[in-house]
């Protein structure tokens, strides 16, 4: 499955943005889908995960609060909404789908077979 992530831009501080992750294949609903970021110099981080069905949902501690994942099974995409944004949540967020959800292992990003491309957030102060 191909997954194509868009929604990113320049937001300041207190902002919000929608992040939205949308598959080639209708067989996404049969996929975890997890976001993840990578600010610049730093190793790509877990941010939230959604189970195949949407009713298992897990967060960074980080995001927690602030950030809401969820998918539309219909669009073939699941969306990452962004709130109270802050400098730190600057970084490339990447979607990615998975065929296994492992509570263990589902915030490794080893866990995930497909990957997006990325879309850049930049939250000023």
């Known amino acids: 499955v191909q997954l194509q992530a868009s929604g990113g831009g320049l937001v300041q501080a207190g902002g919000s943005l929608r992040l939205s992750c949308a598959a080639s294949r209708r067989a996404f609903g049969r996929y975890a889908v997890g976001w993840f970021r990578q600010a610049p110099g730093k190793e790509r981080d877990f941010v939230a995960v959604v189970n195949f069905s949407g009713g298992v949902i897990t967060y960074a501690d980080s995001v927690k609060g602030r950030f809401t994942i969820s998918r539309d099974i219909a669009k073939n995409t699941v969306y990452l909404q962004m709130n109270n944004l802050q400098p730190e949540d600057t970084a490339v967020y990447y979607c990615?789908?998975?065929?296994?959800?492992?509570?263990?292992?589902?915030?490794?990003?080893?866990?995930?077979?497909?990957w997006g491309q990325g879309t850049l957030v930049t939250v000023s102060s």
């Open positions: 990615a789908s998975s065929t296994r959800f492992i509570t263990s292992t589902i915030r490794t990003s080893s866990t995930y077979d497909n």
